[in-house]
C-alpha cells in the first residue's frame, strides 16, 4: 500500500504514525492534497502522478479532485479540534469540508487524545475520549488557567498578600458547547469525528481509508 501524506504536514510532528507505517511495509509520498491529510494512492491517483512526472511539471492539488473517495484529517489533540470548530480557524476548516462533500468525499476528523492530569492542577483530570458523544466529558484545560488580580484576600504569616486567583479564559471552549458544534458539522458537511489514543492513530488512519479500497472491490 502507498499512502499519499498533504504537503502541508509538520514535519518531525508525526513520527509515531510514520514509523508504524515503515514497520508494516507502508510507503508514504508527499503531495499537496485538496482536502485532508492522507489518502490511499490508487490508480487514479498514481495516473495524475505519473502523466504530471511525464510532463516535468509538479503536482497541484487540485488535480486530485475526483481521484479519490475517503480520506483522514488528523488533530494532534482536542485542543487542535477546538479552533477548527469554535476557533479562527473555522472558516478554513469549513471550506474544506464544503469541499469535500461537493466531490463525494468521505472525510474523517481523526483526534488523538491521551487523558490525563490537567496541566496546574492536582487532582482534575480528562478522560480520554472515544466516541463524538463523550465529548461532553471533556475538561478544556485552558479554563483551569488561572490569574492573579489586585484582589487582597489575606495575608501569609510572612505578611506578604494573598491575591485573589481567576481564571484567564473563562470564555474557553467547553466540551458539550464543542460536541454540539461538532454534531451540527457532521449532519451538515457530512464529516465524521473519530477519536483514538495517541498510539492508534497509525492503524485508525489505514482502517478508514481502507474503506476506500473495500467500496471498489464491491463496485
Known sequence: MILISDKGQQKGKHTAKENYWKDHGIEVLTMPLPCGDY?????????VIN????RGVPVKKMDFLGTYNVTVDTKKDIQELVGDICGKQHARFRD??????????????????????????????????RTLDELH???????????????????????????????????ATRGETLMKACKTMQKKYGVEFIFCSNSEQGTKVIELLQQEVDECQET
Open 39 to 47: 489518502i490511499i494512492a490508487n490508480e487514479r491517483v498514481m495516473d
Open 96 to 129: 474544506e469540508c464544503i469541499l469535500a462533500q461537493n466531490n463525494g468525499i468521505k472525510l474523517y476528523v481523526l483526534v488523538q487524545n491521551a487523558g490525563g492530569l490537567i496541566k496546574g492542577t492536582k487532582d482534575i483530570y480528562n478522560p480520554t475520549i
Open 137 to 171: 466529558k471533556w475538561k478544556n484545560p485552558r479554563l483551569f488557567v488561572m490569574k492573579r488580580t489586585s484582589d487582597v484576600i489575606g495575608h501569609y504569616k510572612s505578611g506578604k498578600p494573598i491575591y485573589r486567583r481567576t481564571q484567564r479564559y473563562p470564555a
Open 51 to 54: 502523466r504530471k512526472n511525464e
